[in-house]
């Protein structure tokens, strides 16, 4: 209830005392700043904690005094109104201080509120300092930064090593001195080095431009000077023609020919090279030269690698066209055979002379897209010859040249990357269109330097003269040896035809002077027909019968009886001699299988070549072993023992001189011709 | 030479090749063999005849040129390989054969009378009861050498066209000779007097005038005396010189032995025949040759018993196991070569 009334007369106080002291302060101010400036003042000598005390004690008084009055009320008694009343007075004394004590505690909390507020306003102050400075600190850093970061052009330029520098640089530049120390300085002496040289080279520079400017002058000059030269020497040339003519000297030609061979593809030029070596060091008839448009072969070579890649793309078209049209496919597989196939447009002709004057032409060709060469072959003779008609093999392109080496038929493509490239457009095999294209033989690959390896496949097959150099020579001599033996048979053909053995002069020796069986036929016999003879089974199961060989039947007759002979040709003739195969139609069929002599004759004329050959390199051959098969015939029918008991005079008498008719085991006839003394012997 | 016409030559050689005579060695395992070109070629027969026999173990072991003209004879003793061509008798160890070293021991040259022409010795047979050695051949004569000191003893004259063939009767110490002439003569040994001529031709049972009257195969047994040759081929008994069968065999005949109870024969066909004393032909036993020269029983060897047949032809020579193997011996490029065929195999 205490508070209560306290703060009933609280406010009243307040009032009161307010009221006065705004009328007091309207009224006279200076008194009343006089007045709180003491009371501030006041506070500034009161301590706070004296007046918390104080504060405490006149609350502990008022409590006291309250609780007296209380008592004093409840107690009620009369004399109680006079201590209620001292003790009313003593507590608004009390209130007084406790007025007091508040005017203090708020001028105090106001004077603490100010210095709070001064306080705040300084640190604001230095804080806006600190940042000014943090600012300034990073654009400083950032500056130094920068200036750290610069490069100089210096830097750039490509300096001589320091050592080089030192060595080479006048010591005027390099100052070794200074520089050496301090590496600033140094640099800065490397780079005067530096300007000075670069000055001295494009002073050098300058003079070269100079000099080169005088030097194309004078080449200008003696250009003209020689393009005046140029219609002067054509005509000198020109004049000089008749001349080289005259002389046997085509250096003209063969220069043309040297500037022609330059578009020739690698084989045929490695061919060209090698024969012309050849025929300049060994063989002076030798006649190389080139055929062919130049033009084309020039427009070929033009673009060698998008002429390939054309192909790779014709090739993925002509994929997509063939399934697009099917109709066309046998037209187009057609087209591909004959690009396949296609030869390049210049050729290479050799023309091998013989003693004789006769000529073997040789024209090769080069098939591009299989990277092989062929050959087609032509003979002209010296004189003109009338064709036997067995000889119709012999000089023909198709046989001239088979087996030139052992094996070598030229049917096959001796490339074995072409049978993939066959396959793809049907091709079964080459010799179909050997006729058309020449044949493909080995050697001719050699000669073109291609060598096509069996054993090992390699990538690609690139021209090789060396390959063809250790080749040429010899096979140039197959080549001559092949025509002339094939030449001397045809000759001997024409005669064999007519019945006649024509046995030369020295080759008599070889043969009694009187031979009374005489060749009656002579004619080719075709192979198959050679196979179905019953009396040719040996030598066709020994293998020395094939389809590139040449046959022939003889038929040798002395009265009734009649010797018929098959005879193998070897391609090789004459180191191959021919091999004969008989048929005696006498007094019954004999032939090897039945009669030892008849054996014993092939033998004479098979094993016994070496003896027939006559003069070298033995192309009489064949006319000798006709020859002593008809003498051996005479001496088999003249020897063969007389059945006596056949009455009658023998067919053939006995004109040969033999020392013994029979002898040995297997009771042989003397077939052994002794030349000076005449008489037959057995060997 | 090119080697090219090196193999075509030996190719045309082997066409022509003629393997004349042939002889088992002492221990049975090799067979010498000899050709129209003088060579000798030993085949290993333990080798080319055995199961697992290759084409390599039929061709030769070693073969070497041992005369100038053909081998016509060859036959061996104890320790050496006589064989015979022109002219000449040559002696080679067969302990140096089988090594391969294949150097000549001794050659002779019997005593010839014409130097025109140097006669062939078709004919080798050895006397094993006086260690001598019987040659014959194209000087119409026989000769007897002493095998220990190499001297021509005897030599027995008689025959007007060279000797064919030599046979020789144990028990008598008779040799029998066969000619081109047509006879046949017997020799004794002892004395070198002609006991015996016979002329097989003149006899008309044998007689084939288209053939000739030449007789080029002998062989004795006993009493026994079968020849063939121009003449058919005949059984006869010597003492009372009478053929007492002849054999139906057309063609003829170039090689005749007794084998056992048989005759075994052959000559210009390609067949060996097996022939019974009755005269009947038991078997005919096709062989690869067309015309067989020789023919030998190898009996050193109890596993390999079989008749070698020499021959004539490309392809040269067969020879049969008794009655169940064939032996092929084919010259092949260089050289010959031995096979053995089983008894079922086609033979043509």
Redesign the interface.
Known sequence: MSSDSSKKRKPKVIRTDGAPQENKRSRADPDQDVKYYSEEAEVELRDPNKDYELYKQTCQELQRLMAEIQDLKSKGSKDSAVAIEERRIQSCMHFMTLKKLNRLAHIRLKKGRDQTHEAKQKVDAYHLQLQNLLYEVMHLQKEITKCLEFKSKHEEIDLVSVDEFYKEAPPEISKPDITLNEPHQQTLARLDWELEQRKRLAEKYKECLANKEKILKEIEVKKEYLSSLQPRLNSIMQASLPVQEYLFMPFDQAHKQYETARHLPPPLYVLFVQANAYGQACDKKLAVAIEGSVEEAKALYKPPEDSQDDESDSDAEEEQTTKRRRPTLGVQLDDKRKEMLKRHPLSVTIDLKCKDDSVLHLIFYYLMNLNVMTVKTKVTTATEMTTPISAGDLLSPGSLLNCLY?GDHGKRTPNPANQFQFDKVGILTLSDYVTDLGHPYVWVQKLGGLHFPKDQPQPTVTADNSLSASHMEMTMKLLKTRLQSRLALHKQFASLEHGIVPVSSECQHLFPSKVVSRLVKWAALPYEDYLELSYTK??V????AEDTHLYYTALVERGTAKLQAAVVL?P?YS???P?FNLCLNWKGEKT???D?NI?AM??EV??CYKELCGPKPGYQLLTNQLQRLCVVLDVYLETE?H????EGPKEFPQEKMC??L??????MKPFKYNHPQGFF??? | M?P??MD??R??????M?V?SQSVSPCGKYLAAGNNYGEIAIFSLSAALSSEAKEESKKPVVSFRAHD??V?AMVSTDRQLLSSGNGEVRAWNWSDIVKKGCKEAWSRRPPYRSS??VP?I?SLQLNPKDNSLLLAG?DCAVHAMDLESGAFTHEFRGHSD?V?CLALRDQSQECLSGS?DGTVRMWDLRTGAQVQLIEVHKYEECSR??H?K?I?CLATDCDWMVCGGGPALSLWHLRSVTPTTVFPLPHCQ?HVMFYQDLILSAG?SPAINHLQISGEIRAQIPCTP??V?SLCVNERSPEHKLHLPAI????PFSARLTDSYEMLVVPQVGNYRLGSRHPGASLR
């Open positions: 052992p040996d030598v199961e020994a293998g020395l070897n090789g180191s191959m001699p091999i090897n299988s039945n030892d054996r092939e033998s098979n094993v023992s059945d006596t008991s056949v020392l013994r029979v002898r040995g085991p297997n009771r012997s057995h060997r | 090119a090219g016409e075509a030559q190719a045309l050689e082997l066409l022509h003629t004349f003209g053909p016509y025109l022409e062939e078709n194209g060279y064919h081109e005038p288209q000739g030449w080029r170039q210009h067309r015309s020269h004539v032809r490309a392809r």
